[in-house]
């Protein structure tokens, strides 16, 4: 079984070395990480080739495409096309494995349970600090404001080729509407592993600022409506109240180095 990981980058040079350190600590698995850049202004193209020979001496095949794109899911939909592993995982370029035996874990879950996705859980960091820890929990509606988390969401080859790709009409939250679609709406099956997959950096795409809020929510309704789907009311608020204990428990986190 073969792990295809996918890291969307653009302009990312402070962060993006950590975020393939992290891929290339990765143990005893078979392993292909696509770097799928947007035509960087910076050096973050060249870091990332600076790293060819150390998975070259680990066998693990990767692979940098650069070139102009439509924004961050446009870029993961060419990632996906072109990887050829039977396990996809995006990791963004700003994050981190939690540990070097995360993609051991999900190929072995994957071979365990026959499942089509699964996913783990994720903590937030904030100066190299727990912030907020999202403890995901097993699979309950996305009607009562419950979903996991991307960085953290692992979908197998064929799922993507029976279910569909990552749409571009979503706005910030075509992530969620990709989660949303697969498991609320085609049952596609998943399985949660009680283990924290990623390390994310605190204010992400989809988490700067009020007027970011508000799309979001605006996007989630789009999410809902592109699939036939209408939500309670009360969906917006238990996925903001469900929040609320996450930065709580982050405070008993303790980080592996």
């Known amino acids: 079984m073969k792990i295809s990981i996918i890291t969307v980058c653009y302009n990312s040079s402070k962060t993006i070395s950590r975020t393939i350190q992290s891929v290339l600590a990765q143990s005893n698995v078979n392993l292909e ?12 193209v060249a ?71 699964l996913y783990g859980n994720l903590l937030y960091i904030n100066n190299e600090k727990p912030y907020r820890y999202w403890h995901s ?68 795409t989809s988490d700067n600022g009020i007027n970011s809020r508000i799309q979001g929510v605006v996007d989630n309704k789009i999410a809902w409506k592109v699939n036939g789907m209408q939500p309670p009311f009360y969906t917006v608020y238990w996925k903001k109240i469900r929040k609320i204990p996450q930065f709580i428990t982050a405070k008993f986190i303790k980080m592996e180095k």
């Not at 990480?33 to 973050?44: M, P, R, W």
């Not at 961050?72 to 035996?101: F, H, P, T, W």
């Open 33 to 44: 990480y696509l770097i799928v850049d947007g035509a960087s202004k910076d050096n973050t």
């Open 47 to 117: 870091i990332a080739e600076s790293f060819k020979e150390k998975f070259k001496e680990k066998g693990i095949d990767y692979i940098i495409l650069s070139e102009k794109d439509k924004g961050i899911y446009d870029a993961m939909n060419k990632g996906v096309m072109a990887a050829s592993g039977d396990i996809i995982g995006i990791l963004n370029s700003d994050d981190r494995y939690a540990s070097e035996d995360i993609l051991k874990t999900v190929e072995e879950t994957f071979e365990k349970q026959h499942t089509e996705t």
């Open 137 to 204: 929990g097993k699979f309950h509606t996305f009607k009562h404001g419950w979903m996991p988390p991307h960085p953290a969401f692992f979908v197998t080859k064929e799922a993507y080729q029976k279910y569909g790709l990552y749409r571009l009409d979503c706005g910030v939250n075509a992530d969620y509407e990709f989660m949303l679609r697969l498991l609320e709406k085609e049952k596609a099956t998943t399985c949660w592993v009680n283990k924290i997959f990623v390390y994310m950096a605190a204010g992400g």
